[in-house]
């Protein structure tokens, strides 16, 4: 109990989750440049992100039938939350919030309702992430917009068919388009994953995140950070070998140093 309220007393108050959940909530703010550790500068997105308190935790054993987390983000008044909704805020103990979102696990995550998940803990400089968020809406576009045709000459008389998607069917006698044909529609507002994000910078005190790639969505848009599913889960820097050649090409060797020698026994 000591350590408990110790550790309350040092996050400001709040119960932190267990490092080892590893997933985040955030807000895309925007974008701007980085230097990087070798002295280049990146384009980096900044995704605020947490702090996200845990709002229930579903169980295998128990009546959902499975490992799940379901996390809390932003803030939301109290008469625009759904009645539903705002008795689950109540009984985790925490203020209404603009996001939910479940997260599915394979096994038991050791977290517990009204702890919340904050990004020093768990993310930091080097780190791979997947990255998910809703794409821009586009509305209806065209085939050199939504697939990025070419379009057909504007010469030769093609009046008003530079931007045409063209040939719509091979065969006369099939007599409908087939199915997958890539036409005019609706375009964005879809669920975008980006696997294998660098973390360039991370501003805890802030809750800041900068991420060297774009993101999907708008800016205020919701974003959510998970470790990637990907082998490696952070960046290794590589150690350059300088290799000497003579004249002629040929790889010198380095020279040992003469070792002391041993004393007799």
């Not at 295998?60 to 809390?72: F, H, I, K």
Request: aromatic residues 4%; positive net charge; glycine residues 10%.
């Amino acid at each position: 109990m000591a350590d408990e309220a110790t550790q309350k007393a040092e996050s400001g108050g709040l119960k932190k989750a267990p490092p080892t959940f590893r997933f985040l909530l955030g807000e895309k703010v925007g974008m701007t440049q980085v230097f990087d550790k070798t002295n280049v500068m990146c384009g980096a997105t900044v995704v605020k992100a947490g702090p996200c308190p845990v709002m229930r935790v579903k169980r295998a054993d128990g009546p959902d039938g499975y490992w799940a987390v379901q996390l809390a983000f932003g803030e939301a008044k109290e008469k625009n939350t759904p009645k539903p909704l705002l008795g689950q805020f109540k009984a985790a103990g925490i203020k209404p919030a603009r996001h939910v979102k479940e997260f599915r696990v394979a096994s038991d995550p050791r977290v517990e309702v009204g702890q919340t998940v904050v990004l020093d803990n768990i993310i930091k400089a080097g780190d791979y992430l997947d990255v998910r968020g809703e794409s821009k809406g586009h509305g209806f576009a065209g085939v050199m917009k939504r697939h990025n045709f070419r379009g057909l000459p504007g010469s030769h008389g093609a009046s008003d068919k530079e931007r045409s998607p063209g040939s719509l069917a091979a065969r006369r006698s099939l007599g409908r388009v087939l199915p997958g044909q890539r036409m005019a529609g609706h375009m964005g507002c879809e669920q975008v994953c980006i696997h294998k994000v660098e973390v360039l910078k991370v501003d805890a005190d802030k809750n800041l995140v900068y991420l060297k790639s774009s993101v999907p969505g708008p800016r205020g848009g919701l974003v959510t950070l998970c470790e990637t599913v990907k082998s490696r889960k952070f960046r290794v820097e590589k150690i350059r070998i300088t290799i000497r050649k003579d004249k002629m090409g040929n790889i010198i060797a380095p020279t040992k140093k003469p070792s002391k020698a041993k004393p007799a026994a």
